[in-house]
C-alpha cells in the first residue's frame, strides 16, 4: 500500500509538472503584452521595456520557465502584477469559496442521484425507473449555465428566495451558505443525473453477479443484500467520478462564479487570463492541478479501502 | 394499485419543513434595512493609489476616501467645484494658487492634511523615476511651491490647459497622506491605503468581492446621504442588472444594450439616467499596408458604411450617430459628418476606379463580445452591397493591441477594425491617440498627418476657447478626409438606481460620487 501511494504521489508530480509546461507554453502563445495592459495606455515604450525586464518578460521563455519552476520550489509562486501581492496568499481567499461551492454542488448531488440510481435498478423496468431515466437524462443534458440563468430567474427574482450575486459576508457562515444555495443547485443538477445512471448500470451489473446470487440463495433479506453487498460494490465506479469532478469543479465552476458574480479560483483564472496577468494563471493553476490529483488519489485509496479485489492488486 | 407509504411520522417531518421554509418567507437581504448603498463596480478595484490605479471604479472610491482639491460637478455638463480646497485660482497660464480647507484630518494619527501632501501627491505622479502610467496628466508641472501649511501654488513649465478639465478633478488631482506613504515599501500601495481623511473611511475589504466604507465621524465637511456604501465587484453587466432586479444593487452601470428592455419593463421604484458617453467607437482602415494603402477603396468604405443601420442593428436605436471622436458639448466637437450618408453608386465606382470592380474579401476585426460583434456584422452586411466580402474575426482585447504593436509586421494582418476607445472631457484625451508617435501603439490605422500632429500640440497650448474648437474640428476633417475612419456613435452610459435617492454622476455617467447623493 505505501508502495502504491508513494508510486502515486510521484505521478502526481510529473502530471503536475507537465501541466505547468504545457499551461506556460500555452498562455505565451496568446498574443498580448502584459506591461502595457498592466501600465495602461498612456505607458511611454521605455516604462513598457522596464516593466518587462523587472517582471523577467525580456528573457527567453525556457528561462522564465526555469525561473518560475525554481521559485515554485523554494514555495514562491510569485506576485500579482496588478496588486503585488503573493499568489499564493491570492489563491487561498478565493480557494475556499471554490471548494465550498464544488463540495456543495455534489455533495446535493451525492444525496440525491445515488439513493435514485439505487432505486431505478430495485424497480427495473418499472413507470418510476423510466421517469428516473427521463429526469436523469434531462438533468445531464441541459447545460449548466441553462440551470444557472433560470434558476436565478425564478427563485432570486421572481420569488426572491435566494440572493442573486456575491458570496455572503465574510465570517458568516449561515448567510454564506444561504448564497451557496442557487449555484451549488446549477452546478450539481447535472450530477444528479450522471451519478443516477451510473449507480443503476453498475447496480444491474452487481445485482447479477454470482455472489448476490449466492446470498440470495443463503436467504438473506433483499434490503440486506441491495444495500449492504450490492450498493457497497456499485459506488466504487462513482467514487472515482467524483475524485475526478470534485477537481474539475475547483477551477471549472467559472459560469457559476460569473452568473452569480460570486468569487472563486476558476474567475480569478479568467480575469488573470484576460488580463495577461500570468503569475496569477500559473499560481492558481499549479495548484488546482495540485488538488485535482489529490482529489484522483483519494479516490483511488478510498477504491481500495472498499474493494479487497482493488487492495490485492496493489 | 398505488399504494402510499407515507406514514404518520414522515408527514409530521414533510408538514413541519414545509411550515418552516413558509414561515421563513422569501429573501431580505438584512442590509436592506440599514442605510446603506451598494454600488456595481464593474472591475475588482485592485490599486487604491492615485498613482497606478486601473479604471474608475477605484476612483470612484478615491473620492470617498481623499478627494482632490476640486471634483466633478455632477450633472449633465462638464464643470468642476471645490472638494478639497476652499479656493483655487489661476493667476496665469503658469502658475495656480489654492487653499486646502482646515480641519481635514488623516485617520492613523498622521495630522492635518496640508499643502504638504498636495506637493507631495502631485509631484509624486510627475516625477519621471516614480514610471507613474498618468505622468502625461502631470507632463507640465515644474513644481508645487508651499506657502504655509494650507496654502500653496502649481507652477507649470508652460500652459497646460486640460489642468482643470481633466487633471485636478479626476484621480491624478487626489491627495495622498505624505507621511503615510513615504513610509511604504517603494512609497506606493494598492488595496490598503495607508491614511484616509474623506468623508467615508475604511470598514472592510473582502478583495474581488466587495470593498465596505462607512461614515468618518470627523470628517468636517458635508454630511454623505449614506451612512455605509458597499462596492461590490459585478463584473458581468446581466449578473448586475438581476442584482439590481432583487434588491442587491442600488446602482449599476450597465451596457448600452440594456437600455431597450429596461424602458420596456423597468424594476419597480427605480429610475435610469441614460447619459451621453464620451467613448467614440469607429470603423478604422489600416492605411500604410495591403488593399487599404489605396485612398480610394478607403473612400469606397465610407460611402458604403450605412452607419444609421448599425445603430439601429446594433445599439437598438438607444445612440445617436457621431461626428468624430470629440463629443457633443464639448470643445472640438464637429457639427457634421462631411460623408453622412451612404451613397453605394459613388462606393462602386470608386471600388472600379481603384480596380476593384467586383469587390474584394477582407476582414474586421473586433472585441470579442456581442456588441461589437453585432456591430461589425451590421457593417459586413453593408459592405457585402457594394460587393466588398467582410468577415468578422472577434479578438481578445489585448491581442488586438499586440497584433497592432507587432514590430514584424502583425499589424499588416490588421485591414479593417472595430474599436471603441474611452476618454475624459477634453479633446485632446481623443486626439492624442491618432497621432504620428502612436503608430504602432494606438493608432491603428497608422494614419501619418503632420498637420494632425501640430494641430494636437498647438491645441494643448491654446487659451482661446474659439481657436481650440476650431483646430479640433480641422482635425476631425482631416481624419475623415484621410478615408480611413469611419466614425459611428458615442453611445450611451446607462446607470440604474433606486428612486429614493438622487445619485451624483457624472455627465456621461461613468463616475459615481456617493458622497455627493441627495434624498428625494
Redesign the interface.
Known amino acids: 500500500m505505501l508502495f502504491y501511494v508513494m508510486n502515486r504521489l510521484g505521478l502526481a508530480a510529473m502530471i503536475v509538472a507537465t501541466a505547468l509546461a504545457m499551461l506556460f507554453g500555452m498562455i505565451h502563445i496568446?498574443?498580448?503584452?502584459p506591461a502595457?495592459?498592466v501600465?495602461?495606455?498612456?505607458?511611454t515604450p521605455e516604462?513598457v521595456a522596464?516593466?518587462q525586464a523587472r517582471m523577467g518578460l525580456d528573457k527567453p521563455l525556457p528561462m522564465q520557465f526555469l525561473v518560475f519552476f525554481l521559485n515554485v520550489m523554494k514555495g514562491d509562486l510569485g506576485r500579482?502584477v496588478?496588486?503585488?501581492?503573493p499568489v499564493f496568499d491570492?489563491v487561498m481567499?478565493?480557494l475556499p469559496h471554490s471548494l465550498a461551492l464544488a463540495g456543495l454542488g455534489l455533495g446535493w448531488a451525492i444525496l440525491i442521484g445515488i439513493p435514485l440510481g439505487c432505486f431505478s435498478a430495485i424497480k427495473r423496468g418499472s413507470w418510476l425507473d423510466r421517469l428516473t431515466g427521463v429526469i436523469s437524462v434531462s438533468a445531464i443534458a441541459i447545460p449548466s449555465f441553462v440551470v444557472a440563468l433560470y434558476a436565478?430567474?425564478v427563485f432570486?427574482?421572481w420569488?426572491?428566495?435566494?440572493?442573486?450575486?456575491?458570496?455572503g459576508?465574510?465570517g458568516q457562515i449561515g448567510?454564506q451558505l444561504?448564497y451557496l444555495v442557487l449555484p451549488a443547485f446549477s452546478i450539481g443538477l447535472g450530477w444528479v443525473g450522471y451519478l443516477a445512471r451510473l449507480v443503476r448500470a453498475s447496480m444491474l451489473e452487481i445485482l447479477g453477479d454470482n455472489h448476490i446470487r449466492t446470498a440470495r440463495a443463503y436467504g438473506l433479506p433483499e434490503r440486506w443484500i441491495v444495500y449492504r453487498y450490492a450498493l457497497k460494490l456499485a459506488v466504487l465506479p462513482t467514487v472515482s467520478l467524483l475524485g475526478v469532478g470534485l477537481g474539475r469543479l475547483l477551477s471549472g465552476a467559472v459560469f457559476a462564479e460569473?452568473?452569480?458574480?460570486r468569487?472563486g479560483v476558476g474567475k480569478?483564472v479568467y480575469?488573470s487570463v484576460?488580463?495577461?496577468n500570468y503569475p496569477v494563471v500559473l499560481g492558481a493553476v499549479l495548484i488546482t492541478t495540485g488538488l485535482f490529483v489529490l482529489c484522483t488519489l483519494l479516490a483511488d485509496l478510498i477504491n481500495a479501502m472498499l474493494d479487497p479485489r482493488v487492495r490485492e492488486k496493489l | 394499485m398505488l399504494k402510499s407509504r407515507i406514514n404518520r411520522r414522515e408527514f409530521l417531518a414533510t408538514t413541519a419543513l414545509g411550515g418552516a421554509i413558509a414561515a421563513a418567507g422569501p429573501y431580505r437581504p438584512a442590509e436592506a434595512q440599514t442605510k446603506s448603498l451598494k454600488v456595481r463596480s464593474y472591475i475588482a478595484p485592485e490599486r487604491l493609489d492615485p498613482i497606478h490605479y486601473l479604471g474608475a471604479p477605484e476612483a470612484d472610491i478615491f473620492d470617498c476616501l481623499y478627494p482632490g482639491l476640486i471634483s466633478y460637478k455632477p450633472g449633465k455638463e462638464w464643470g468642476w467645484q471645490l472638494d478639497a480646497a476652499t479656493s483655487i485660482e489661476q493667476v496665469d497660464p503658469t502658475h495656480v494658487k489654492f487653499e486646502l480647507k482646515k480641519g481635514l484630518g488623516w485617520s492613523g494619527g498622521n495630522g492635518e492634511v496640508t499643502a504638504e501632501d498636495v506637493k507631495f501627491s502631485y509631484e509624486r505622479i510627475a516625477k519621471p523615476e516614480n514610471k507613474s502610467p498618468y505622468r502625461g496628466d502631470w507632463e507640465a508641472l515644474d513644481r508645487v511651491d508651499v506657502t504655509s501649511s494650507h496654502t500653496g501654488v502649481i507652477v507649470l513649465k508652460e500652459p497646460f490647459i486640460p489642468l482643470f478639465s481633466t487633471t485636478l478633478p479626476r484621480a491624478a488631482g487626489n491627495i495622498v497622506c505624505k507621511k503615510a506613504v513615504e513610509k511604504l515599501d517603494g512609497q506606493r500601495f494598492t488595496l490598503e491605503p495607508p491614511a484616509t481623511f474623506g468623508a467615508y473611511k475604511i470598514k472592510k475589504i473582502e478583495p474581488r468581492v466587495r470593498f465596505t466604507l462607512e461614515r468618518n465621524p470627523g470628517w468636517p465637511g458635508e454630511r454623505a446621504m449614506f451612512d455605509e456604501v458597499d462596492f461590490v465587484v459585478v463584473t458581468d453587466a446581466n449578473a448586475a442588472e438581476t442584482a439590481f432586479a432583487t434588491g442587491e444593487l442600488d446602482v449599476a452601470l450597465l451596457p448600452m444594450t440594456a437600455v431597450p428592455r429596461l424602458r420596456k419593463a423597468m424594476p419597480p421604484k427605480s429610475k435610469l439616467v441614460v447619459s451621453p458617453s464620451l467613448a467614440y467607437w469607429w470603423l478604422g482602415m489600416q492605411m500604410e499596408d495591403g488593399i487599404f494603402k489605396d485612398k480610394r477603396v478607403r473612400q469606397a468604405v465610407q460611402y458604403a458604411v450605412d452607419a444609421q443601420s448599425v445603430l439601429d442593428g446594433a445599439f437598438f436605436g438607444v445612440a445617436e450617430r457621431s461626428t468624430g471622436i470629440i463629443a457633443p458639448g464639448m470643445i472640438g466637437h464637429r457639427p457634421a459628418n462631411k460623408i453622412a450618408k451612404p451613397d453605394l453608386d459613388r462606393a462602386r465606382k470608386l471600388l472600379a476606379e481603384a480596380g476593384h470592380p467586383r469587390g474584394f474579401k477582407t476582414e474586421i476585426g473586433v472585441r470579442n463580445s456581442a456588441e461589437f460583434i453585432n456591430v461589425g456584422q451590421v457593417i459586413a452586411a453593408g459592405l457585402a452591397q457594394v460587393g466588398i466580402q467582410a468577415e468578422v474575426a472577434p479578438f481578445d482585447s489585448g491581442v488586438q493591441k499586440a497584433m497592432a504593436s507587432d514590430k514584424a509586421g502583425g499589424w499588416k494582418k490588421m485591414q479593417m477594425h472595430v474599436v471603441r476607445f474611452s476618454m475624459a472631457p477634453d479633446p485632446s484625451w481623443a486626439t492624442v491617440w491618432f497621432t504620428k508617435e502612436q503608430i504602432g501603439e494606438w493608432n491603428w490605422e497608422r494614419f501619418p498627418d503632420a498637420e494632425y500632429n501640430d494641430l494636437h500640440k498647438a491645441a494643448l497650448r491654446e487659451y482661446d476657447a474659439k481657436k481650440r474648437h476650431d483646430m479640433y474640428v480641422r482635425m476631425q476633417d482631416i481624419m475623415e478626409d484621410s478615408g480611413a475612419y469611419v466614425f459611428l456613435t458615442h453611445g450611451v452610459n446607462p446607470v440604474l438606481h433606486r428612486d429614493h435617492f438622487i445619485p451624483a454622476l457624472a455627465p456621461d455617467g461613468n463616475r459615481v460620487y456617493v458622497t455627493k447623493f441627495k434624498s428625494t
Not at chain 1, 39 to 43: D, I, K, W
Not at chain 1, 159 to 167: E, M, N, Q
Not at chain 1, 258 to 261: D, E, N, R, Y
Open positions: 496568446v498574443p498580448g503584452d502595457s495592459i501600465l495602461g495606455p498612456r505607458a516604462m522596464e516593466y500579482d496588478f496588486t503585488n501581492q491570492l481567499t478565493q436565478l430567474l432570486a427574482v420569488l426572491r428566495w435566494f440572493p442573486a450575486i456575491g458570496a459576508k465574510s448567510e444561504w460569473i452568473v452569480f458574480a468569487p480569478l480575469d484576460v488580463s495577461r
